[in-house]
């Protein structure tokens, strides 16, 4: 059997259609308040845990076959463990932290915080993203230290910010004598709890968290009112006069409306001028001369470092403070916004771009500039990009959209009408 008709069965025969909108679901809440030193708490599973169905309009088919690699498909055995697995909290050195805990699915798998925390209360530098369309990345987190799924799921677990476990081993050995898992490890992989299964069995559920169905699918696939007049206009901007098709397509010349992404890394001048670049890079260079997979995950969660994006994998100077472009499918309901979540809603990210934010970073990408839109057009992009919300956070999103809209009446922090009406500036040399 193909991949691509092996996927369709089987999520069809075996795995949960997830209902839109789901129970109770109500908007998001701000993230609970946390005890001095505690990791924040474990989020329910529920409906919205469960694998997504194939059958959502905008689904990509061919896509999704061509990104499961065959030597793992998403069995049902395999995704049941993975989904039991991501919710589990002894797979960290305490006891306390999951996967889930700063992916829940009730957040749209994020943790709706600025920037993560994990095992002991501890800061991380970095915004969690979601997880939903992650199997589609080309590479993963915001600097695509990691190439797949499976290299990803293992540095959580022992990241001493995140999970902070010594070792895959000694996570794997906190579930080997659950009677439970030997029989679930036994059924999906033919074999007892190893760390390798482990790593296979988290990704077969990731593999599943398809997010498609938005009103933008339903316009696409030729539903002309599911879209309001105001997310078309805004549509038309993000491909011509906003420019984001420069880099949330995966070619500026043929409209996307897949994953909004080129794969690739930019700096867009978020947070590099509060930080020194320079000496940073140059620590990086001597201490992660290697490319030690453990110590670059490190350095990007737990240093000062974390700035450099992706020159922490690549050491050249032109991916300075570079970071990945991300999907933005259900970006309504995963702020705040960017590599270290700096930004509170919608509108401060178009304040950023309309302004073209970064005047003084020499390694700013040559796409970005100021961009001349009016307020209303603004509204009108932000209106598009709240077009992408999937069926199962519609609430969360309607609810969160008119959060933002009414902040955005009264507090534009990063407002700057007369540079996004002036001249493109000059960009220093490096
Ligand atoms: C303490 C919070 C925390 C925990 C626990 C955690 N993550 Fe994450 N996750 C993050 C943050 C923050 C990032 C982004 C880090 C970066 O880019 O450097 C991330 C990135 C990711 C990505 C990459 C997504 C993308 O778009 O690049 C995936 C996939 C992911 N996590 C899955 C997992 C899995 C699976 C586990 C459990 C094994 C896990 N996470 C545990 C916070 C967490
Ligand atoms: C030069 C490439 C480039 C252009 C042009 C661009 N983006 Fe981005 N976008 C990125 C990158 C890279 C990031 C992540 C940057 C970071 O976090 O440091 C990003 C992040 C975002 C985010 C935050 C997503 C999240 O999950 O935090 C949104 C929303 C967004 N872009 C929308 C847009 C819109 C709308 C436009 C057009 C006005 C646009 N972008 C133009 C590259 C670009």
Known sequence: MCVKSFVALLFISHLAMVASPANGETGISPPPALEPGKAPPLPGQGLLAAPRSPGQIGFPTALTAAVTPPATPPTPAAVALGQKLFFDV????????????????ARAFTDGRSVSIGIHGRVGQRNSPTVLNALYNKTQFWDGRAATLEQQAAMPITNPFEMGSTSLADAASGIAGDRDYQAQFMLAFGRGVNEQDMLRAITAYERTLASFDSPFDHFIAGDDDAVSAAAKRGWELFNTKARCNLCHALSADKRDVTTFTDNDFHNIG???????????????????????PPALDTAAITSEMSV???????????????????????????????????????????????????????????????????????????????????????????????????????????????????????????
């Open 90 to 105: 002894r797979l960290s050195g305490d006891g306390t932290v999951a996967c889930a805990t700063c992916h829940d699915p």
């Open 270 to 292: 978020i947070g590099i001028l509060r930080h020194r670049v320079g000496p940073l890079a140059e620590q990086a260079e001597h201490e992660l001369a290697q490319g030690h």
């Open 308 to 430: 450099l994006g992706r020159f922490l994998v690549t050491k050249r100077p032109a991916d300075i403070a570079a970071f990945k472009t991300p999907d933005l499918r259900n970006v309504m309901v995963t702020g705040p916004y960017f590599h270290d979540g700096s930004m509170q809603t919608l509108w401060d990210v178009m304040d950023h771009y309309n302004k073209g934010d970064g005047l003084t970073d020499p390694w700013l990408d040559e796409d970005i500039q100021p961009l001349a839109m009016t307020e209303p057009e603004i509204d009108d992009l932000v209106a598009f990009l709240a077009s992408l919300t999937s069926a199962p956070y519609k609430t969360a999103g309607d609810e969160e959209f008119a959060r933002q809209f009414a902040v955005s009446r009264t507090d534009r922090p990063q407002r700057d009408t007369a540079r996004a009406f002036g001249p493109k500036p000059k960009r220093p040399p490096f």
